[in-house]
């Protein structure tokens, strides 16, 4: 066998250097965006949260509503109610 070292011309080595910086490259964009990806769900799974809370918030406070509103109409009779002076405007 021939000891003799074989060796690529300047044109393949920088051809080869490319595809490998390119592909370095290429890992660690698609590492970055793994990343985004995964702080952009663990924000959208906050969100949802939050807006849970405030769909229970809604049931309460529209539950609350509902029985006040039946309450004094029942004191008072239907109408409108003017939130600035309290006076009842009957339908």
């Given at each position: 066998?021939d000891n003799k070292q074989l060796q690529l011309t300047t044109e393949e080595l920088q051809e080869l250097r490319e595809v490998n910086d390119h592909y370095?490259?290429?890992?660690?964009?698609?590492?970055?965006?793994?990343?985004?990806?995964?702080?952009?769900?663990?924000?959208?799974?906050?969100?949802?949260?939050?807006?849970?809370?405030?769909?229970?918030?809604?049931?309460?406070?529209?539950?609350?509503?509902?029985?006040?509103?039946?309450?004094?109409?029942?004191?008072?009779?239907?109408?409108?109610?003017?939130?600035?002076?309290?006076?009842?405007?009957?339908?």
């Open positions: 066998m370095g490259k290429l890992i660690r964009n698609l590492g970055e965006s793994e990343l985004l990806i995964s702080d952009l769900e663990a924000q959208l799974n906050a969100v949802t949260e939050q807006k849970k809370g405030f769909f229970s918030d809604y049931k309460t406070i529209k539950e609350k509503s509902d029985n006040l509103y039946q309450t004094l109409t029942e004191k008072y009779g239907s109408g409108k109610i003017d939130l600035e002076t309290g006076v009842i405007h009957p339908a």
